[in-house]
C-alpha cells in the first residue's frame, strides 16, 4: 500500500494531520498485508498505535476500551455493579469484612466474620490464589452462588445473589477523634462528595466541634468540581481555588460558590506521598487562604486538568488539556523529565516559576510541584518483621481462628497476655518466627492490630477502622495541632 503520488492534478497535502494520518495508514497497511502473522486491528492501532502515542505526552493521558470506560463512568458517580462486600482474599480464603446498608449481600444476610468457602459450586480452598481473583472477578457482574460459613458454625449454607448498582461513599470513615474534634477521612472527589463532607460535618457537629482532622492522605483525586465544592464548605463565597491554563483552553478562574451551611472550625488538612490531584487543589486553597495547617508528608505533584471525550463504540479518551494553578500562581505538577511536563508551567505562566509564593496573610509557600506541608509529620515506619505479618494476613488469620474457638468479642475489650501469647503460638504453627528483639518492642502495635482484626470480623470495617485511626501516630500528632494553630498560621509583622 502506498501513498498516491503527487502531480498537478493529485497533490500531497499540506497539513501536518494529514500527512502523518497518511503516513500511519502506510505503515499499517505494510504490516497488515506483509507480517508473518494475521494481525488484530484492536490490539495493532488501539493497544500499539493510541496507546503508544499517548504514551510519548505524560503518564496520565489514556485510552479506555469498553469496559474501562464503564468502570470509569461508575467511579465518577460514585457508584459499581456488584454485591456491596468488601473482602478478606488470601489463599484459600475469603472473609466478609463489611456489607453495604441495602446492596445485595446486606440484604441476603452477610455480614462481618462470614467465611465464603464456595462461589459457583468452585471450593476457595481448592484452586490457586490468582485463579480465586480471576473467579472472584468473573463473579462480580453475573447472579452468583454463594457457601458461607457463619462465625462459630462449621456448616455452611448456600446463599444466591444478583448484581446491582452499589453507592461508593467517597467518605469513608467519620467520628470523633476525642470530645470535640472530629475527623474525616475522604478517598476520593466524586460528583456526591461535597455532599457526603457536608452530612457527616452536620452529624459530627452535635454538640459543636472544636476543630476537624480532614485527611487526604492515599486521596488520588477525582473530579474537580467536587474539590471545589468542597472548599466552598470552608472558604467564603467567590474565593479563588485554582486556575485552569491551557494551550487550546481559555484561561478559567474557579471559585468558592454559596454553600448551603459553612464551617469555620479550626482546621487541620493531612496529606502523605498518596495525595494527588483535586485533593491537592484542595489543600492548597485552604493552605494559601490561611484557612487550615497542612500536616504531615509532601504530596504527589499532579496538577493537570484531564478532560474525558467518550468516543465511538462506548470507548473513551482521557487526555491532558490544561495545567492548574494555585490560588498564588504556584503550578502542583512536579517536573517529569523525558515528558511534555519536564518544565510544568513555564510556557502557560513564564512567571510561575521565579520560586516566590506566599499564603494571603505573607507565609512564604514551597515553590511548585505538590503541597508542602506547614508541619512535616512522617508516617509510621514498621520494621520488616511487621511488614511481613501484614502482608501475609498474619492478624486477620489470627483473629478469624480466635473467633472460632472463643466466640464473639465485645467491642470494649482490650488484647491481655494471654491473647498475646496465644497470637505468639499462632505465628509459631505456621512456621513464622517470632524474634525477641522483634516481639518485645512491638507490644502495643501488635494488640492494636489484634484488636483491630476481631472489630473488623465482629462488629465491620468501620468499627476496626477507628480503633486503628486513632491508633494511628500521624492522627494523633496532628491531632495535637490545634491549640498552635494561631501561632503556624502567622504571618510574618510587616506583611509582603
Do not use: C
Request: aromatic content about 8%; proline content about 7%.
Amino acid at each position: 500500500m502506498n501513498v498516491a503520488d503527487a502531480s498537478p492534478q493529485n497533490p500531497l497535502p499540506s497539513d501536518d494531520l494529514t500527512v502523518e494520518s497518511l503516513r500511519f495508514t502506510e505503515a499499517y497497511g505494510a504490516v497488515q498485508q506483509n507480517f508473518s502473522e494475521a494481525v488484530d486491528p484492536d490490539g495493532a492501532i488501539l493497544d500499539g498505535g493510541i496507546r503508544g502515542m499517548l504514551s510519548t505526552l505524560d503518564p496520565f493521558s489514556a485510552f479506555f476500551d469498553r469496559e474501562q470506560f464503564e468502570l470509569l463512568q461508575e467511579q465518577a458517580r460514585g457508584e459499581a455493579l456488584g454485591f456491596g462486600s468488601i473482602l478478606y482474599v488470601t489463599p484459600g480464603k475469603i472473609l466478609v469484612l463489611q456489607t453495604a446498608q441495602g446492596s445485595p449481600s446486606w440484604r441476603a444476610g452477610l455480614g462481618p466474620g462470614d467465611e465464603i468457602v464456595e462461589i459457583n459450586g468452585t471450593r476457595v480452598d481448592r484452586v490457586g490464589f490468582q485463579s480465586l481473583v480471576e473467579l472472584l472477578q468473573r463473579s462480580r457482574s453475573h447472579p452468583v452462588r454463594l457457601g458461607v460459613i457463619h462465625p462459630g458454625k462449621f456448616v455452611s449454607q448456600d446463599f444466591e445473589l444478583k448484581p446491582a448498582e452499589v453507592a461508593l461513599p467517597s467518605v469513608d470513615k467519620s467520628f470523633l477523634l476525642s470530645p470535640g474534634i472530629g475527623y474525616i477521612h475522604l478517598s476520593g472527589f466524586e460528583e456526591k462528595t461535597p455532599q457526603e463532607v457536608l452530612d457527616a460535618l452536620v452529624q459530627l457537629a452535635t454538640p459543636p466541634l472544636k476543630g476537624l482532622v480532614l485527611d487526604l492522605r492515599d486521596n488520588h483525586g477525582g473530579v474537580v468540581d467536587a474539590a471545589i465544592g468542597v472548599a466552598s464548605l470552608f472558604l467564603k463565597p467567590d474565593t479563588l481555588v485554582m486556575t485552569a491554563r491551557g494551550r487550546s483552553s481559555p484561561e478559567k478562574a474557579h471559585r468558592t460558590t454559596p454553600a448551603s451551611k459553612q464551617f469555620d472550625l479550626p482546621l487541620i488538612i493531612l496529606v502523605n506521598g498518596d495525595t494527588a490531584s483535586a485533593a491537592e487543589v484542595l489543600a492548597a486553597a485552604l493552605q494559601e487562604h490561611d484557612r487550615a495547617v497542612i500536616a504531615g508528608e509532601s504530596t504527589y505533584g499532579k496538577g493537570v486538568v484531564q478532560s474525558v471525550t467518550a468516543l465511538s463504540e462506548s470507548t473513551g479518551l482521557a487526555l491532558t488539556t490544561a495545567q492548574y494553578f494555585t490560588p498564588s500562581g504556584r503550578s502542583i505538577q512536579r517536573p517529569l523529565p523525558g515528558t511534555a511536563l519536564a518544565a510544568p508551567g513555564r510556557e502557560l505562566d513564564p512567571g510561575s516559576n521565579s520560586g516566590h509564593f506566599f499564603t494571603d496573610d505573607g507565609r512564604p509557600l514551597a515553590p511548585s510541584g505538590g503541597i508542602a506541608p506547614d508541619v512535616e509529620i512522617p508516617s509510621r515506619n514498621l520494621d520488616p518483621w511487621l511488614a511481613f505479618l501484614n502482608q501475609a494476613g498474619a492478624f486477620t488469620n489470627f483473629a478469624s481462628e480466635y473467633l472460632t474457638l472463643h466466640g464473639r468479642a465485645n467491642r470494649s475489650f482490650e488484647p491481655d497476655a494471654v491473647m498475646l501469647g496465644d497470637f505468639k503460638e499462632f505465628l509459631s504453627r505456621g512456621g513464622v518466627r517470632t524474634p525477641e528483639e522483634y516481639w518485645d518492642r512491638n507490644q502495643d502495635y501488635l494488640r492494636l492490630r489484634i484488636k483491630v482484626e476481631l472489630l473488623n470480623l465482629v462488629s465491620g470495617l468501620s468499627a476496626g477502622e477507628e480503633v486503628e485511626t486513632k491508633g494511628d501516630p500521624q492522627v494523633q500528632k496532628a491531632a495535637s495541632l490545634f491549640s498552635q494553630i494561631p501561632q503556624i498560621l502567622k504571618g510574618p509583622a510587616t506583611k509582603r
